[in-house]
T-cell receptor
């Protein structure tokens, strides 16, 4: 069964450093998403991406965040200057149609120290 | 903003019994709902969905019920198995479908 692949599975970074979280969505999917989940809390929407541009973003997704689809297979989330409160599980997801269920990746656990 | 919440944060059931997990939502414009299962260390896994033009949908051992009048969603798992132990989230969206709003989650523990 096709999977959404995320790397790394765990990243530790110092506060103020830049991180890039990587995702390989399912190959025939066109809509891509990043969500995050702070430990013990809800899964929260960050951003949706379609046709090489952001479709929608939440208030969490401020100017410290950016997304990119650098080639035909990767979808990345960059945090320019990490803060302690950015520590969370970051999930990438993709779908063929936006009003159908996504397929989520297994997540990247980001720890900012 | 929109609010999706779960009535019970934890649920323990005996293996073989049926489980019912509940969810309340507040956005009357929501028209598509999904139940996700999340096992430890993994991403949310799609279980079953339902659109607002339906009030019941069945899958393999799972049934989702939607009551739009009271904005309530439930997930019923028949003959619960140890492998069903996980956190279950409901998520809802409007017909734009760009973002889903997730509930807090209910932790289901199946006792062998």
């Amino acid at each position: 069964e096709p999977e959404v692949t995320q790397t790394p599975s765990h990243q530790v970074t110092q506060m103020g450093q830049e991180v890039i979280l990587r995702c390989v969505p399912i190959s025939n999917h066109l809509y891509f998403y990043w969500y995050r989940q702070i430990l013990g809390q809800k899964v929260e929407f960050l951003v949706s991406f379609y046709n090489n541009e952001i479709s929608e973003k939440s208030e969490i997704f401020d100017d410290q965040f950016s997304v990119e689809r650098p080639d035909g297979s990767n979808f990345t989330l960059k945090i320019r200057s990490t803060k302690l409160e950015d520590s969370a599980m970051y999930f990438c997801a993709s779908t063929r149609q936006p009003d159908y269920g996504y397929t989520f990746g297994s997540g990247t656990r980001l720890t900012v120290v | 903003g929109e609010s999706v919440g779960l009535h019970l944060p934890t649920l323990s059931v005996q293996e073989g019994d049926n489980s019912i997990i509940n969810c309340a939502y507040s956005n009357s414009a929501s028209d598509y709902f999904i139940w996700y299962k999340q096992e430890s260390g993994k991403g949310p896994q799609f279980i079953i969905d339902i659109r607002s033009n339906m009030d019941k949908r069945q899958g393999q051992r799972v049934t989702v019920l939607l009551n739009k009048t009271v904005k309530h969603l439930s997930l019923q798992i028949a003959a619960t198995q140890p492998g069903d132990s996980a956190v279950y989230f409901c998520a809802e969206t409007t017909n734009t479908g760009n973002q889903f709003y997730f509930g807090t989650g209910t932790s289901l523990t199946v006792i062998p």
